[in-house]
């Protein structure tokens, strides 16, 4: 079972950064891990992921340019570089892994494709 935790969440103003942490147990290779967020009254949005084995990437438009997702193997972490935020980027981030699951064809942006998650850390961005 993988075990996720997120951290690095906070305030900024707009157009600052922030880099979230999310260090998993149970870390395996070949698998999708994602971000994602929710803004309240919102869907649970999917911002990146990447496939652990290939190291592709994929990034919802509105996060383009400016979102940088990266993983450390050999501590087990994945992380969100944020940068040049905006107030609507203000929501709950979530790592989610789908372990030994696929990023491809438009799949990592579906939430319920993946069984584990973390805690979550909020991200507040004021104008």
């Known amino acids: 079972q993988v075990q996720l935790v997120e951290s690095g969440g906070g305030s900024v103003q707009a157009g600052g950064s922030l880099r979230l942490s999310c260090e998993g147990s149970g870390y395996t290779p070949r698998s999708c891990m994602g971000w994602f967020r929710r803004a309240p009254g919102q869907e649970r949005e999917g911002v990146a992921a990447?496939?652990?084995?290939?190291?592709?990437?994929y990034y919802a438009d509105s996060v383009k340019g400016r979102f940088t997702i990266s993983q450390d193997n050999s501590k087990n972490t994945l992380y969100l570089q944020m940068s040049s935020l905006k107030p609507e980027d203000t929501a709950m981030y979530y790592c989610a892994a789908k372990v030994f699951g696929s990023c491809s064809g438009g799949s990592w942006k579906i939430w319920n494709y993946y069984r584990n998650w973390g805690q979550g850390t909020q991200v507040t961005v004021s104008s």
């Open positions: 990447v496939y652990t084995g290939s190291g592709s990437t």
